[in-house]
């Protein structure tokens, strides 16, 4: 199957700095790539989805300019969460729509955990 | 700090026997489905989708049911193991948009 990788895993860092997510699709071409946070216990929220090539929709209640989002090729898609805050400590995940299957299908890479002291 | 999440509903199932996992969607629009499997710390992986168009798919050992009158889906496992503990989510596209159910957690009991 499709493989989407994540980096880094795990990201420790002072309060105020930023921190980049990178999200790539390993084995295929993704157009579109889409990044979820993840709260303990609790299901995947949608944060943005992001399409090769064009500025990321957000959803209702994402600060586009707090978490910024590039995706500047078909194989990789960055999230920047610019001046963390101990309240975004959380998973962050990516996955990818494989178009050229006929499935439609989102891969998800293995997640971030970011901690902001 | 971190928010407080809600409580899982938890599955319990015995090694070996079979396990069902249900999910309500709401669109009536959705036309594709999907189920993931979530082990702890890690990303969703996909074990299984169905489209509108079917009631019924099989993978190896997993069964999806798409029961498009009342907007049900489930997941049976059969023969279940310890590698099944998971959280499993249900998920419903309508073109691009996909939104996730809020999952379940499998508990396989030796």
């Known amino acids: 199957g499709a493989v989407v990788s994540q980096h880094p895993s795990r990201v420790i860092c002072k309060s105020g700095t930023s921190v980049k997510i990178e999200c790539r699709s390993l084995?295929?071409?993704?157009?579109?790539m889409f990044w979820y946070r993840q709260f303990p216990k609790q299901s995947l929220m949608l944060m943005a989805t992001?399409?090769?090539?064009?500025?990321?929709?957000?959803e209702q209640g994402v600060e586009k300019d707090k978490f910024l989002i590039n995706h500047a090729s078909l194989t990789l898609s960055t999230l920047t969460v610019t001046s963390a805050h101990p309240e975004d400590s959380s998973f962050y995940i990516c996955?990818?729509?494989?178009?050229?299957?006929?499935?439609?299908?989102?891969?998800f890479g293995p997640g971030t955990r970011l901690t902001v002291l | 700090g971190e928010s407080v999440g809600l409580h899982l509903p938890t599955l319990s199932v015995q090694e070996g026997d079979n396990s069902i996992i249900n999910c309500a969607y709401s669109?009536?629009?959705?036309?594709?489905f999907i189920w993931y499997k979530q082990e702890s710390g890690k990303g969703p992986q996909f074990i299984i989708d169905?489209?509108?168009?079917?009631d019924k798919r099989q993978g190896q050992r997993v069964t999806v049911l798409l029961n498009k009158t009342v907007k049900h889906l489930s997941l049976q496992i059969a023969a279940t193991q310890p590698g099944d503990s998971a959280v499993y989510f249900c998920?419903?596209?309508?073109?691009?948009?996909?939104?996730f159910g809020p999952g379940t957690r499998l508990s396989v009991l030796p």
């Open positions: 084995d295929f071409q993704a157009t579109t």
């Open positions: 169905i489209r509108s168009n079917m």
């Open positions: 996955s990818a729509l494989d178009r050229l299957t006929s499935t439609d299908t989102q891969y």
């Open positions: 998920a419903e596209a309508d073109g691009q948009n996909f939104v």
């Open positions: 669109n009536s629009a959705s036309d594709y």
């Open positions: 992001s399409n090769e090539g064009s500025k990321a929709t957000y």
